[in-house]
């Protein structure tokens, strides 16, 4: 039932990216073009996905667990740190030269569009690398603690 319900909500998440043409780096570059040729229909995307999360959250924040869990998974570290500034930053300027975020881009693997490849194979090796790079600091690559808040 977990599985069938991960494949549902991709399958979901991907096909609302395809009919708002977020798979299309254009739409990205046309949203950031302010000064030129602007597309605000990124703008009303992000409108959408901050009204359903904005009754979403509403409907579940008293619930001590979801539907088809034993517990809330929610990160609750607050920290503001370089290293965050840094990712973030990288992530915006990224975003911005190629026009694909993680998601729209995975969705646009099924092209197999060259520049779709290339960011990919280059996002999935930065992540990687940069494994590497925290496990030989010794740090934890990834640091949640179970609450909802």
Known sequence: ????THAF????????LVLSKMTQPSKVVGFLDVFGNWDPSLGLVMVGAIAVHFFAYR????????????RFHVPTSRK????????AALFGVGWG???????????????????????????????????????RQGRVVLSTKIALQ
């Open 1 to 4: 039932m977990k599985l069938l």
């Open 9 to 16: 909500a991709g399958a979901l998440f991907a096909l609302g």
């Open 59 to 70: 409907a579940i924040k008293n619930r001590s667990a979801p539907v088809l869990a034993r």
């Open 80 to 87: 503001i740190d370089p290293q965050l500034i840094a990712g």
């Open 97 to 135: 030269l190629s026009g694909f975020c993680p998601g729209p881009a995975l969705v646009s693997l099924v092209t197999l569009n060259s520049s779709t490849l290339i960011f990919v194979g280059s996002m999935v090796s930065s992540m990687w690398i940069y494994g590497v790079i925290i496990r």
